[in-house]
């Protein structure tokens, strides 16, 4: 997918577009730049799942209180606080640079300022501090400070919404926001891409594998809700999703359905494969793991809600390397198609030859522990050899020290 496509349909201006992250894992004094389609890449224990955990982490607050979210992930407070900051350091700072477009079809620069306070004897966290503000006319659209109070903006012909000094927050202020109507635009735009936002970093086949129950509007975090999605999506949806199916897995596939049966109203998924004159059905329960991930990478290109990030982790894992060039296919047209960002992770030097060179940020430790993060490819002499080599084949021909030696001279 190239940059003109983007600029074409419009949707280029719906993302997050830079990432600071302090005192979170081994994300110390981190910052990150991102794409439509940004690939994170290192060696294990770089911080590649900590990235898509912080993210994650951010987007959840607007929905749900941090005890829910820590609970959920099975994290404690000492998990998350950075083990490499100073000991007496206990606030967790994230600010996000996001791009949206205005209901007028203006450019809307947003910074998007957090800062969580750790209480580790207590395995609590509370907001200590929350902004959002225009970043080119520093605007204030929301100002909060734990003990003073604050405000959000109204919007047009709306008052102010102020926030006592005597609140104290478990989640971000944006969450305890009932009438989007009556604040300012920006805080809608901000919300609404968080909302949308989803992380299906733990997909899991197993999961996938169960029969659900219900109506579903995404696949859910592990994947559980797969049949029924696949089983409410439209006629539309449908077609589509055998036509990126076929393209994907071949011809061999016939067709694709989530059947319900019982009267619980359990769904599981079934695919019929031709073969000649014979055609077979395999249910989810036999499906091999690539296959179902790859079913699950095809039904979240089928999500409706746009603007949003969507987070992927190691979207190699028991794929055959024969499908990456048409599943990337697959994955690159979802900015486009959909207005759905993706960050990706992967190992795979194979499943980077198929991904847009800028997008490709290359993750290391330095010698405090800490992670950082380079665009791999704005490196000149990284660059000068994508003249005569694949980007996974630069990686594949270069030790970790070359690489972080190379970046480090960059600064």
């Not at 982490?57 to 100073?86: G, H, M, Q, Y």
């Not at 606030?91 to 949206?100: K, M, W």
């Not at 940020?361 to 490196?379: H, I, M, P, W």
Request: proline letters at 2%.
């Amino acid at each position: 997918m190239d940059e003109q496509g983007l600029k074409k349909n419009g949707v280029e201006n719906r993302m997050l577009k830079k990432l600071e992250i302090d005192n979170f894992k081994s994300l110390v004094d981190f910052h990150m730049d991102l794409e439509p389609v940004t690939v994170v890449i290192g060696n294990n224990a770089t911080g590649k799942s900590a990235i898509l955990q912080a993210i994650d982490f951010l987007c959840s607050s607007v929905r749900e209180d941090f005890p829910i979210i820590i609970e959920r992930r099975n994290w404690s407070v000492e998990n998350i606080k950075s083990k490499l900051a100073s000991p007496g350091n206990n606030r967790i700072n994230f600010q996000s640079e996001f791009v949206f477009k205005s209901e007028k079809g203006q450019d809307v620069h947003i910074v998007w300022n957090v800062t969580v306070l750790t209480n580790i004897s207590k395995n609590q966290l509370h907001l200590g501090n929350e902004f959002v503000y225009d970043l080119d006319t520093r605007e204030e659209y929301l100002h909060y400070v734990s003990g003073k109070g604050g405000f959000i903006k109204g919007g047009k012909n709306q008052p102010d919404i102020l926030l006592p000094s005597s609140i104290e927050l478990q989640s971000s202020v944006l969450k305890i926001l009932s009438n989007m109507m009556s604040v300012a635009e920006p805080i809608r735009l901000l919300k609404r891409f968080l909302i949308n936002s989803t992380s299906f970093e733990l997909l899991s086949p197993s999961e996938m594998r169960l029969s659900s129950r219900g109506e579903a509007n995404d696949i859910g975090m592990s994947g559980k809700n797969l049949p029924s999605f696949i089983k409410m999506m439209s006629q539309e949806q449908k077609k589509r999703f055998m036509e990126k199916l076929r393209f994907v897995l071949g011809d061999k596939i016939e067709t694709i359905d989530a059947a319900t049966k019982g009267k619980p109203g359990w769904t599981q998924i079934n695919v019929q494969e031709k073969y000649q004159n014979k055609t077979i059905t395999v249910n989810s329960k036999e499906m091999s793991d690539g296959i179902l991930r790859v079913l699950a990478f095809i039904a979240i290109s089928e999500i409706k809600k746009s603007d949003a990030v969507l987070l992927l982790d190691e979207i190699e894992n028991g794929i055959n390397t024969n499908y990456a060039e048409n599943l990337l296919k697959v994955l690159n047209d979802i900015y486009q198609e959909s207005g759905h960002q993706l960050i990706l992770t992967t190992h795979s030097t194979v499943f980077l030859d198929y991904v847009d060179k800028d997008g490709i940020v290359y993750l290391y430790r330095n010698e405090q522990g800490e992670t950082k993060a380079a665009k791999l490819f704005e490196n000149k002499a990284l660059r000068e050899q994508l003249d005569y080599m694949w980007p996974g084949e630069v990686i594949l021909n270069m030790s970790t020290k070359e690489i972080v030696e190379k970046i480090l001279g960059d600064e």
